[in-house]
């Protein structure tokens, strides 16, 4: 029987990816610090990348902002308001807790540059304060970036959707989807010979991972999630991954390796219909991935993966993180997908 679309399992995959966005940092920032577990961070990161968390998170947010979308009887205006009100309340309040933690910690530190902080990123562009550069990570809030880039998206997908005109021709959503496929691959071809400020300035635009998040609405948009013996399909993709995961890296792509992150993204849909239709209450994700980056900076800054094992940090980490998430959550149980 074919699903509903609400028939998913997208909260079980959003836990999944949020985690393993937190272990990625965990395991690039802390564990490059902790040479003698090596071998335990390595593992750790290969379980956080054999499925690309950002990639899985882009897609899932596409699928369900175009059904957000239609749901909205396609008026820009109320679907931007809503969508854009679910990412802004959370983030000002995470960049309260954020500068309150701080001030505790290293406020002597701050001067005017965090005026500047407070209006660039409350308008939603990552930013870090220069007064904090050489703080713990040198970065503010390193998860920011995601953001700045969902919040493009958003318009984009408005901008896309009133162009198609309500279609749901296969041919015209998979040209839109493989345009911005090319443009992920050229991105990655000529934007590491550009000078560093600019790089900078690309990576903060929607342009190189507009693919992923197109994948997820192509398939919401031309219902390719009701196709049949989609679970025939999903095992197929699987097995992909799982070579690919073998075989060195293609070499092409932005941000990531470019074969991998599509057949990520192609897989985050097939999973939710394939694996058994779960909610889970109540939806701190959100709160999971603006948090975590606070850990990072007060283990590196009190040197705790110096004084104590993996295992301790670990579990500060992520029981703090979960903490916060819960604690400082607005939506509450009604949250959905970024």
């Known amino acids: ?151 493009q998206l958003y318009v984009v997908i408005v901008a896309v959707k009133k162009l198609a005109r309500g279609s749901r021709s296969l041919g015209l959503w998979l040209s839109v989807t493989v345009f911005f496929g090319a443009l992920n691959v050229l991105s990655g071809v000529f934007v590491p010979g550009l000078s560093e400020t600019v790089q900078k300035l690309f990576e903060r635009t929607f342009i190189p991972y507009a693919f992923w998040f197109l994948v997820g609405v192509l398939f919401q948009t031309c219902r390719l999630y009701e196709k049949e013996n989609i679970k025939v399909i999903c095992a197929a993709f699987l097995l992909l991954q799982i070579i690919l995961n073998i075989l060195p890296e293609c070499g092409f792509g932005y941000y990531t390796d470019f074969l991998r992150g599509t057949v990520t993204s192609i897989l985050t849909i097939l999973a939710a219909y394939c694996l058994p239709a779960k909610r889970v209450k109540p939806d701190i994700t959100y709160g999971l991935y603006l948090y975590h980056w606070l850990f990072l900076n007060l283990i590196i800054h009190y040197g705790l993966h110096e004084k104590w094992n993996a295992v301790l940090n670990v579990f500060i980490f992520t029981v703090g993180t979960i903490i916060c998430a819960y604690v400082f959550r607005i939506h509450g149980k009604n949250k959905k997908a970024m």
């Not at 029987?1 to 998913?8: A, I, K, L, P």
Request: aromatic share 18%; net charge positive.
């Open 1 to 151: 029987m074919t699903r509903q679309e609400s028939g998913n399992c997208f909260d079980y995959i959003r836990y999944y990816a949020a985690f393993c966005v937190m272990f990625l940092h965990f395991t690039g920032i802390v564990g490059y610090h902790m040479p003698d577990v090596k071998l335990q961070m390595t593992v750790l990161r290969g379980i956080s990348t054999f499925f690309q968390p950002t990639v899985i998170l882009l897609t899932m947010s596409g699928f369900l902002v175009s059904a957000s979308f239609e749901r909205s009887g396609a008026l820009a205006l109320p679907f931007l308001k809503k969508r854009i009100k679910r990412i802004y309340l959370d983030m000002w309040l995470s960049m309260a807790v954020f500068v309150a933690v701080y001030y505790f910690i290293v406020g002597d530190k701050f001067d005017s540059s965090m005026i500047k902080w407070l209006i660039i990123q409350g308008v939603g562009f990552a930013n870090t304060p220069s007064c904090l550069k050489d703080f713990a990570t040198g970065s503010f809030n390193g998860t920011m970036w995601f953001f700045t880039v969902i919040i």
